[in-house]
C-alpha cells in the first residue's frame, strides 16, 4: 500500500538497467465499501491470477512493500510464491507495523520461508542500524560506504518490528540486538525482510544520510544471485599472467587454496585477510592452459594464454589431422579448388 518509502522503491528500480520493474499499488481493497459509483472509478482489478499464476515462473524477484492480507491474494496463490521461491525464485519483504498485527504474513503460508517469526511489539524509537558480525563480511553489506563510521555519520531510524530470528544470516541490527536485516536461503531461492519501513529516512534526513540506495540495490542484486554479491565465493582473474585470487567468507577461513597446474601438478597458497569478509592471495602462472582453483565446495577454472592454443600452433589448412579418421571409416576427403563436382558455397545476403 501507499507509504512513505514507495517513490524510493521506484526511483531505484527504475534507474537500474538491469532491472525490468512491474509495480502495482494496491488502493483500494476488494472489500472496501463506500458511496463512489463503479463507473467513476478508474482502478484497474489487480491482476492476481496472472501475476501468481500464469506468469510467477517469469520473474526472478518478488517485492512485498508495506504489504499484509487484505483479500488481494488467496492463500493458493501464496502458496505458489513458496514453491517458487524453493524452485529458485527470490522474495523481499520489505515490512512495517502491519508484520507484528493479527493480518501479517507471517500467519500465511509464506510463514515457511520467511527468516523471523514477529513478537507482536512495534519498536518506536530513535536507533542507528548497526553492523552484525556477519554483516561486517557479507558482501551486501561490507562494501557499503562509510563502513568505517557508520556509527557517527548514518542517520537514525524511528521504527521497526522487534522479530526473532529463525534461519539466515542477520546484517544489521536494531537496539538490543534486533535483528533488522535478514538474508536466508531457501531451497534453490533467496528470501530477505527489511523489518521497518524507515528506510526512506536516509535520503530524506537533513543531520544524517545513509546509505540507502546502495544497500537496497546490493540486496536486489543478491536476491537475484548476482555472482560477485555471493557471501561463499572463490574468484580469479589474470593479469600479465598473474593470477590474482579472491575469497569471500563470512567466517575466518585459515585453510589454503589448492591449485591444479595444466600439467598436472599440485600446490597450495595461503591468503591473507583483505578486510570486509575478503581474502587475497596471488601467484605467476608458469604454464598455458586451464588452471583449477579449489577452496572447500568452491572451485573454478582460469585459463592462461590462447583459449584455443592448439588449433593456433599451425592455422594452415590441411587434411592429415583426419586423413587416418577418414580411411578407417571408409570416408573420403576432397578439396573444393581441386574437385569439379563440390563447388563453394554462394553467399546469400
Not at 114 to 142: C, D, M, S, W
Not at 177 to 200: C, E
Not at 222 to 249: C, G, Q, V, Y
Not at 317 to 341: H, M, P, R, Y
Request: net charge negative; no cysteine.
Amino acid at each position: 500500500e501507499p507509504n512513505m518509502g514507495l517513490r524510493s522503491w521506484r526511483n531505484l528500480l527504475n534507474s537500474d538497467p538491469s532491472v525490468d520493474l512491474m509495480h502495482f499499488t494496491i488502493l483500494r481493497p476488494p472489500k472496501k465499501q463506500d458511496l463512489t459509483p463503479v463507473g467513476e472509478l478508474s482502478l484497474i482489478p489487480f491482476p492476481t491470477r496472472e501475476l501468481f499464476q500464469l506468469n510467477l515462473k517469469e520473474f526472478d524477484l518478488i517485492i512485498f512493500d508495506q504489504y499484509h492480507l487484505r483479500g488481494i491474494l488467496p492463500t493458493n496463490y501464496l502458496k505458489n510464491i513458496v514453491e517458487y521461491v524453493v524452485k529458485g525464485g527470490a522474495l523481499l519483504d520489505a515490512t512495517g507495523p502491519q508484520y507484528a498485527g493479527n493480518f501479517s504474513l507471517a500467519y500465511t503460508p509464506l510463514q515457511n520461508i520467511l527468516p523471523t517469526e514477529p513478537t507482536g511489539e512495534i519498536l518506536n524509537q530513535k536507533f542507528i542500524p548497526e553492523y552484525t558480525e556477519e554483516g561486517l563480511r557479507h558482501p551486501v553489506t561490507a562494501e557499503l560506504n562509510n563502513i568505517e563510521d557508520y556509527g557517527e555519520k548514518w542517520g537514525p531510524w524511528y521504527r521497526m518490528v522487534e522479530s526473532v530470528a529463525l534461519n539466515g544470516n542477520v546484517l544489521l541490527q536494531g537496539p538490543d540486538d534486533r535483528p533488522l536485516l535478514v538474508l536466508n536461503r531457501i531451497g534453490k531461492g533467496r528470501v530477505a525482510q527489511i523489518l521497518s519501513d524507515q528506510s526512506w529516512v536516509w535520503t530524506k534526513s537533513e543531520n544524517g544520510k545513509g546509505p540507502q540506495a546502495a544497500m537496497l540495490r546490493r540486496l536486489i542484486h543478491w536476491l537475484m544471485k548476482e555472482p560477485e554479491l555471493e557471501e561463499d565465493d572463490l574468484i580469479a582473474t589474470i593479469s600479465n599472467n598473474i593470477i590474482h585470487i579472491t575469497r569471500n567468507s563470512l567466517t575466518m577461513n585459515e585453510d589454503p587454496v589448492e591449485i591444479l597446474s595444466p600439467s598436472g601438478l599440485i600446490s597450495k597458497i595461503n591468503l591473507e585477510d583483505a578486510g570486509r569478509g575478503k581474502e587475497t592471495g596471488k601467484f605467476t602462472a608458469v604454464e598455458e592452459g586451464i588452471w583449477s582453483l579449489s577452496s572447500g565446495k568452491n572451485s573454478i577454472n582460469i585459463m592462461v594464454g590462447l583459449e584455443n592454443y592448439e588449433e593456433y600452433i599451425d592455422v594452415r589448412a590441411t587434411d592429415l589431422i583426419v586423413q587416418n579418421i577418414a580411411e578407417e571409416t571408409n570416408g573420403n576427403i576432397f578439396w573444393i579448388e581441386k574437385s569439379g563436382n563440390i563447388k563453394s558455397p554462394d553467399i546469400v545476403f
